[in-house]
């Protein structure tokens, strides 16, 4: 995953963490460095994102908000398929992630360009 994550960093996509985790993303972070390739931009206790969580539909408001984008024009990656499809009813294109060499054709068929 850090080599698609690094590539698609480096094609110049704009990534940003959607997370209903509490302070303990932190812990996340310090141990995977996230950071490096994305932004914890939109968690559930900070933020633009504080006080909402998947799958709410303003939580998916709240991102197209502070991006100052049309959920159209975003990509929604999750595990869990309630959040995917809580993303693809805001209007955003839903990826559920079960590897990363299916969210790699997923995205290419998308057509992104990494």
Same mark, same amino acid.
């Given at each position: 995953?850090?080599? =698609?994550?690094?590539? =698609?960093?480096?094609?110049?996509? $704009?990534?940003?963490a959607?997370?209903?985790?509490?302070?303990?993303?932190?812990?996340?972070?310090?141990?995977?460095?996230?950071?490096?390739?994305?932004?914890?931009?939109?968690?559930?206790?900070?933020?633009?994102?504080?006080?909402?969580?998947?799958? @709410?539909?303003? @939580?998916?408001e709240? @991102?197209?908000?502070?991006?100052?984008?049309?959920?159209?024009q975003?990509?929604?990656?999750? $595990?869990?398929q309630?959040?995917v499809?809580?993303a693809?009813?805001?209007?955003?294109?839903a990826?559920?992630?079960?590897?990363?060499?299916?969210l790699?054709?997923?995205?290419?068929?998308?057509?992104?360009?990494?």
């Amino acid at each position: 995953m850090p080599q =698609l994550l690094q590539r =698609l960093k480096q094609a110049g996509y $704009d990534m940003h963490a959607m997370s209903n985790y509490p302070k303990w993303y932190q812990l996340i972070e310090s141990k995977l460095q996230l950071s490096q390739y994305l932004d914890w931009t939109f968690v559930s206790c900070e933020g633009p994102m504080r006080g909402l969580r998947k799958p @709410a539909p303003a @939580a998916f408001e709240a @991102a197209t908000t502070h991006l100052s984008l049309p959920a159209h024009q975003l990509i929604f990656i999750d $595990d869990r398929q309630v959040n995917v499809d809580a993303a693809a009813e805001a209007g955003m294109a839903a990826l559920r992630f079960s590897s990363a060499a299916a969210l790699e054709q997923d995205l290419k068929t998308l057509g992104l360009e990494f």
